[in-house]
């Protein structure tokens, strides 16, 4: 349980929500019990093996690198 509650402590602040919209500040700031529920979802998932299909859902947003460049060629933006 510690090693759990330290990554969520360890989470990168100041970041975009996920699809989600939780961000964050919003797991490192809840009451210490998420991190009891979160450990034991976790464990519930690698014990049989599976994940949701919304863990694979996320927002991806193209950042162009080149703002001069041509905005329709795909080598002008960040991989």
């Known amino acids: 349980m510690d090693l759990f509650q330290n990554c969520m402590d360890n989470l990168k602040k100041g970041k975009a929500p996920g699809i989600d919209n939780i961000m964050a500040e919003h797991i490192v700031l809840a009451h210490p019990v998420l991190s009891v529920h979160l450990s034991i979802l976790f464990s519930v998932m690698l014990r049989h093996k599976t994940v949701p ?27």
């Open 53 to 79: 299909d919304a863990f694979g859902y996320g927002v991806i947003i193209p950042l162009i690198k080149n703002t001069d460049g041509n905005k329709f060629v795909s080598d002008n933006y960040s991989q």
